[in-house]
C-alpha cells in the first residue's frame, strides 16, 4: 500500500476578497510524480507558495512528512525544495558558485555545500561548465541549474513550477531524466506545466484546476478515458473541455 507523504486537508486562500484556493484536498504518495495542471489564475502558484510555506494558507492544514505545516513550519521547510517559474541566479556569479551560496543558506556548511553542488552538477550534465559565469549560460542551461538549487540541501518533496519553459529539446530531456531518476531514489514531486505532453509523459497522476479547485483528478489513461478512447484522446483534448477554451491572460 502506497504510503502518503503530502497530505492536503481542504484549504482556502483569499486574495483582497476573492478566493485564489477554494478548499482543496489531495495526497501525494511517497516517490509519486503528481501534475498540478490548470489555465492562468487557475490557483496552481498560490498553492506551491502554500505548500512551501511561503504562504499562509487562510483555512485547513497540509501535512509533510507528518508534520503538520500550521504546527511546524519549519521542520516542513526542511522537507522542500522549490524550482520557481522564475530565474533566481546570480548571473555574475559562477555556477559552482550560485550553488554553494544557495547551499549556505539552506544551513549547509561551506564543505557540504561544495560537495552537494559537483554532485548536482553532475546530475545536470553540467560539470565542465561549474567555474563558468551564469550570464554566459543558455536558457537550458539556467533552467537546469535552477532545478540543481532546489535539490540543495536533499529535500525529500520537490515542487517544479515550469522548470521548461523555453528551452531547447535537450535540455527539456535532460530535465525529464534527472526527475525521473530522483522519483526512482524516493523523491516526491509535484510538477506543474502548461505543456500537456510533459504532464502525459511524467506524471503518476494529474490535477487539472480551475477557478481555486480541483475539477478533475485522476492518472493520464484515466482523465483521457473520461471523455474518450485514451488512444485517441490528447491531455489537452480533456484540459479544454474541463476549463474552456476562452483565453486567460
Known amino acids: 500500500m502506497s504510503e502518503a507523504f503530502l497530505a492536503v486537508k481542504e484549504i482556502h486562500k483569499s486574495f483582497n476578497g476573492q478566493k485564489a484556493v477554494n478548499g482543496i484536498s489531495f495526497t501525494i504518495d511517497k516517490g509519486e510524480i503528481f501534475g498540478l495542471l490548470g489555465p492562468n489564475g487557475a490557483g496552481k502558484t498560490t498553492v506551491i507558495r502554500i505548500l512551501s510555506t511561503v504562504l499562509e494558507a487562510d483555512a485547513g492544514d497540509v501535512t509533510v512528512g507528518g508534520y503538520s505545516l500550521r504546527k511546524n513550519p519549519a521542520a516542513v521547510r526542511n522537507l522542500v525544495g522549490v524550482c520557481p517559474q522564475d530565474l533566481a541566479l546570480y548571473e555574475e556569479l559562477s555556477a559552482l558558485d550560485n550553488l554553494i551560496f544557495f547551499g549556505q543558506l539552506e544551513g ?26 551564469i550570464s554566459k549560460f543558455s536558457g ?5 541549474i535552477n532545478l540543481a538549487i532546489a535539490l540543495m540541501g536533499n529535500p525529500k518533496l520537490l515542487f517544479l513550477d515550469e522548470p521548461t519553459v523555453g528551452i531547447d529539446p535537450q535540455s527539456r530531456n535532460n530535465i525529464f531524466e534527472t526527475i525521473r531518476s530522483l522519483r526512482d531514489k524516493g ?3 509535484l510538477y506543474t506545466t502548461h505543456y500537456m505532453e510533459e504532464a502525459d509523459r511524467l506524471c503518476d497522476r494529474i490535477a487539472i484546476m480551475d477557478g481555486g479547485k480541483f475539477v478533475a483528478m485522476d492518472t493520464p489513461q484515466g482523465l483521457k478515458r473520461q471523455i474518450g478512447d485514451p488512444d485517441k484522446v490528447t491531455l489537452e483534448d480533456v484540459f479544454l473541455k474541463l476549463t474552456g477554451r476562452s483565453l486567460r491572460d
Not at 115 to 133: D, V
Not at 140 to 144: A, E, Q, S, T
Open 140 to 144: 537550458g542551461m539556467k533552467r537546469r
Open 187 to 189: 523523491m516526491t514531486v
Open 108 to 133: 549547509l556548511s561551506g564543505r557540504e555545500a561544495k560537495s552537494q553542488a559537483i554532485s548536482h552538477l553532475s546530475l545536470m550534465g553540467l560539470t565542465e561548465r561549474g567555474k563558468g559565469k
